[in-house]
């Protein structure tokens, strides 16, 4: 008798601590979310911030200079580079424009600081 429950207690351990994992490892969209991170030109100088939360699909850029530069993000299918979507932020220092678009969720997408050649993120939206 005493065995059973050893082995009982032992299945039940080893199925609680598998369900553990699994409930740590099947994120949902968030996993496709970055930022802010900084775009910053070939000098280093810091032009503006973006970030996207894949829950919602919502990308935010942010211009943090007053140099007549307006930050710009585009997002590209990772297959075939074709632009899927482009946030300006063209309000000025201080400022972010903030956009939202269907993405799917298996898509593998690239993210640009257009203008900066610098490459955000790439991966899926969710």
């Excluded at 979310?33 to 919502?58: E, H, I, L, W, Y």
């Excluded at 942010?62 to 930050?71: E, S």
């Excluded at 899927?84 to 993405?103: D, E």
């Amino acid at each position: 008798m005493k065995i059973r429950k050893n082995l009982a207690a032992r299945t039940l351990g080893i199925g609680a601590a598998a369900a553990a994992c699994l409930m740590l490892t099947t994120g949902v969209a968030e996993a496709g979310s970055f930022g802010p991170k900084a775009m910053v030109d070939t000098n280093g100088v810091k032009r503006g911030t973006a970030q996207f939360v894949a829950n919602g699909d919502t990308l935010t850029v942010c211009d943090t200079r007053a140099d007549g530069f307006a930050p710009k993000v585009s997002v590209y299918y990772a297959n075939t580079n074709t632009l899927v979507w482009r946030v300006t932020a063209n309000l000025g220092k201080g400022f972010c424009v903030k956009s939202s678009k269907n993405l799917g969720e298996r898509t593998r997408y690239d993210f640009w600081a257009t203008g900066l050649n610098q490459r955000l993120y790439v991966g899926t939206a969710g």
